[in-house]
């Protein structure tokens, strides 16, 4: 009786720790952007890696903790992003240009037009949480970089942060399903125009004080 071969997975050689643990998300994200979260599986993750299962059990404890990990980098891609930013230094102009360089320099941002895979992972609590809390510290830094002097009162750079940051989600949202009806940089500009007005009533309030 013939016994049938098995196909190896290429290994690759010997690398670094922190190199294998890359090349596993690297391989994790995508997968779960061509297939989706749940029907990926830790085999095909290692293959895609060209490790052993075993190399993947041996930097994470199951597919959950892969996915928080990628959660983790792409969240700190945002904050790190405006972390260094000049206080109170940005119009809202400024800052939706930023935040595309941001998108630019990586790969990863592109998942966040997959909705079927936005809706499976937002189901995981703990990777919910971590989306809330890490959305909630990137906001902080946004407000922080923000001109004071765009509002009257300082409470109010929440408002415009969150507007601005949601405004710059929907033109990426727009660019990626109606390419031909969305000029990115007027429409961003055309944006930071109705701040410039506010700033300039807001500054003729202060001297009718």
Partial sequence: ???????????????????????????AHKLFDKKGYRATTLDEIAHGAGLT???????????????????????NAYKDGVRDLPKGSLRPGDLILHLKEIDEGTS????????SLLVEVIKVKQVRQ????GY???LKLCDRCLDPSLVRSRKMIRQITILTVNFYDGLCWGAFMYPT????DKQASLFASLFNKEKSDNMKAQRAK
């Fill in 53 to 75: 299962k075993g190399a993947v059990y041996h930097h994470f404890k199951n597919k959950e903790a892969i996915l928080l990990e990628l959660t983790h980098l792409i969240l």
């Fill in 136 to 138: 909630e510290e990137f």
């Fill in 130 to 133: 971590t989306i809330e809390d």
């Fill in 181 to 184: 009806h969305i000029d990115f």
């Fill in 108 to 115: 990863m941002h592109k998942a966040r037009y997959n909705m």
């Fill in 1 to 27: 009786m013939k016994v049938k071969k098995t196909r190896r997975i290429k290994q690759s050689p010997k690398l670094p720790a922190e190199t294998r643990r890359y090349q596993l998300l690297k391989a």
